[in-house]
């Protein structure tokens, strides 16, 4: 049995979780369980809490999840341990995933979509590769009146040796299976955090002797990716920098609705690494309740889920090559200058499947 937990969340999470869904229905898998739970501001409403314990011990108990997106700008004011973000959050924590791997690659016939140039864009193949369960998210954090009355806001940022060693080997590992380029970005110039980052990385490498390693500054790495993003192979970065970095990415390849993601830890199941799969992008309250969200990186989320937890490559590159059929055959929602909605774009890749 792939027992699989479907958290949607809110916003734009449902209405792509389900195109996603029903393209995994469409496989025709033996034995899928697709078990759902509350998670984010819709869970708070019901439970009182963004991460209900049951839906905690449902993703426990799964082989994997299929996350949707959380967030709710009605729910901004609240304490932060309530927010619906602290659901994502929670979950990369409990579940020990600390490894999230976002890949960003050109799609034939979307380069004028891109915010590049498209002779730039066209050079696009990179993997981010994303630590998750440290750097200053989950550091102390507060607020504070200094002794002449200014409030002030804090957060601790910090990495410890073991924790950027396991995330370099996952870099380093990623290279060796691609181009065997890795890139490792940090802020060395400045931070002290970064200046152990930089050390370890150094020192993993030398298990890697296949591997070319260089380091670059995430401010210099920002332009560099919109100069020329086919310097890129793979990418090492922490929590803050790779969540900023893969947003730009998906505007290099055209839009946000097309970056999918995996989050993995140690844990393996019968079946393959337990992970947690999502849509690079938020709940997208703007566009919210319209059925215009593209649902294309939820559904490329799940691929990556049958690659990573189920040990399914075929029916994984049958998903991958579907979405890019779609996208050459001029499938276009409205963040790719199109008038399709979510159901037709997740309609017109499962007729391609
Ligand atoms: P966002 O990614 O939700 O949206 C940014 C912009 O991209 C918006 O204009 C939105 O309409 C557009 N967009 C996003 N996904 C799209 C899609 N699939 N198709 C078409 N357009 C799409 O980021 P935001 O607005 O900064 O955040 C909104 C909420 O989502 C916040 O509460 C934030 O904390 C949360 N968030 C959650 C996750 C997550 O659950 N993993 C990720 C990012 C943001
Ligand atoms: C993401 C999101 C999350 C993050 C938020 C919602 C906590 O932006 O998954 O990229 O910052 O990691
Ligand atoms: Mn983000």
């Not at 890139?183 to 152990?196: F, G, H, Y």
Request: glycine share 12%.
């Amino acid at each position: 049995m792939m027992r699989i937990a479907v958290l949607a969340g809110d916003g734009i999470g449902p209405e792509v979780t389900d195109e996603a869904v029903r393209v995994l229905e469409a496989l025709d898998l033996p034995d899928l369980a697709l078990l759902h739970g509350a998670v984010g501001a819709a869970a708070w409403r019901e439970h009182g809490h963004p991460l209900p314990p049951a839906t905690l011990d449902l993703a426990r108990g799964s082989d994997a999840v299929l996350f949707g997106a959380v967030g709710d700008p009605a729910c901004d004011h609240l304490e932060r341990h309530l927010r619906p973000e602290q659901a994502v959050l929670g979950l990369r924590a409990q579940l020990g995933l600390f490894a999230n791997l976002r890949p960003a690659t050109t799609f034939a016939g979307l380069e004028d979509m891109s915010a590049l140039r498209p002779e730039i864009a066209r050079q696009i193949d990179l993997l981010i590769v994303r630590e998750l369960n440290g750097d200053v998210y989950f550091g102390d954090k507060g607020t504070r009146t200094t002794d002449d009355g200014r409030r002030e806001g804090w957060d601790m940022m910090s990495y410890a040796e073991d924790e950027v060693r396991r995330i370099a080997h996952v870099g380093f590992r990623a290279a060796r299976g691609r181009s065997k380029h890795l890139t490792s970005v940090d802020k060395a110039n400045v931070l002290e955090t970064s200046q152990l980052w930089r050390d370890v990385v150094i020192e993993v490498a030398a298990e890697y002797p296949d591997i070319t390693l260089d380091h670059l500054y995430v401010d210099n790495a920002a332009m560099q990716m919109v100069k020329s993003p086919g310097q890129f192979d793979v990418i090492v970065t922490g929590n803050l920098f790779g969540d900023i970095l893969s947003d730009q990415a998906s505007m290099c390849v055209g839009s946000i609705g097309l970056l999918a993601s995996a989050s993995l830890g140690q844990r393996q199941t019968g079946h393959g690494t337990f992970g947690l799969y999502e849509p690079i992008h938020g709940s997208a309250p703007d566009i919210a309740g319209q059925g215009k969200a593209n649902p294309m990186a939820a559904i490329l989320s799940a691929a990556m889920m049958l690659r990573h937890s189920f040990g399914l490559d075929v029916q994984a590159m049958r998903i991958e090559a579907a979405v890019g059929q779609a996208l050459a055959d001029g499938i276009r929602g409205g963040d790719l200058g199109g008038t399709l909605g979510t159901a037709a774009v997740g309609a017109a890749v499962r007729e391609r499947l």
